[in-house]
């Protein structure tokens, strides 16, 4: 898939750093209750960490326990999705619609009314308060 911001490789890996480029470019996983953004609860949007776009509001995030950022939605437009089949499971991946960068993925069992768990990794985000 072509995606507006294209990098190659190597001034990925500038940019982001190692384990930055691991989560967002590779499809990593960062450990569960390590991100700093698992029990972040100010206001403001989370932006993607390898270009800046806005992802998700602060009023979408909740506590899931599951040790990384949850949250119910996405800002419309903003996240890409693709089915990943990875590690003998069957899931949905999220993915930055402007960069292609991995942010984790989305399960059909939240607790709030939209039924969605979008669980994503605290090193593919940055946080701009209000």
Known sequence: ???????????????????????????????????????????GTYVCGGCGEPLFESSHKFNAHCGWPSFDASIPGKVAYEKDVSHGMIRTEILCASCGGHLGHVFDDGPTPTGQRYCVNSLSIDFKPE
């Open 1 to 43: 898939m072509e995606y507006p911001v294209n990098k190659t490789p190597e001034d990925w890996k500038e940019q982001l750093g190692a384990e930055r480029y691991r989560i967002l470019r590779q499809k990593g996983t960062e450990f569960p209750h390590s991100g700093p953004y698992n029990l972040h609860f100010e206001n």
